[in-house]
């Protein structure tokens, strides 16, 4: 079992940043992909950005140039940094594990953004 803990949610004004992070523990392979979802009120979960094993890093439109993720191996954790954020960000975070076709999914995070 792969469990996930997330923090660093929490409300900001319009323009401002938050880091979120995802721990991960468990029964962990060498391989695995980490991924950021967010779903907001009213709408399906989407994908956000995601980085590989081997540092592959994928990010929607909408947040290329403000988003950033990346991963710390030795501490099994993944991070999205979170830059100039907008109204439309707000919205549940959810951090993902896929390994060899598992999916592993944390409580989730809310980040709320003030106009």
């Known amino acids: 079992q792969v469990q996930l803990v997330e923090s660093g949610g929490g409300l900001v004004q319009a323009g401002g940043s938050l880091r979120l992070s995802c721990a991960a523990s468990g029964r962990l392979l060498n391989t695995y992909t980490m991924r950021w979802h967010r779903q907001a009120p009213g709408k399906q979960r989407e994908l956000v950005a995601e980085?590989?094993?081997?540092?592959?890093?994928n990010y929607v439109d909408s947040v290329k140039g403000r988003f950033s993720i990346s991963r710390d191996g030795a501490k099994n954790t993944v991070y999205l940094q979170m830059n100039s954020l907008k109204p439309e960000d707000t919205a549940v975070y959810y951090c993902?594990?896929?390994?060899?076709?598992?999916?592993?999914w944390g409580q989730g995070t809310q980040v709320t953004v003030s106009t």
């Open positions: 980085i590989t094993s081997i540092g592959t890093r």
């Open positions: 993902n594990l896929v390994a060899l076709g598992n999916n592993y």
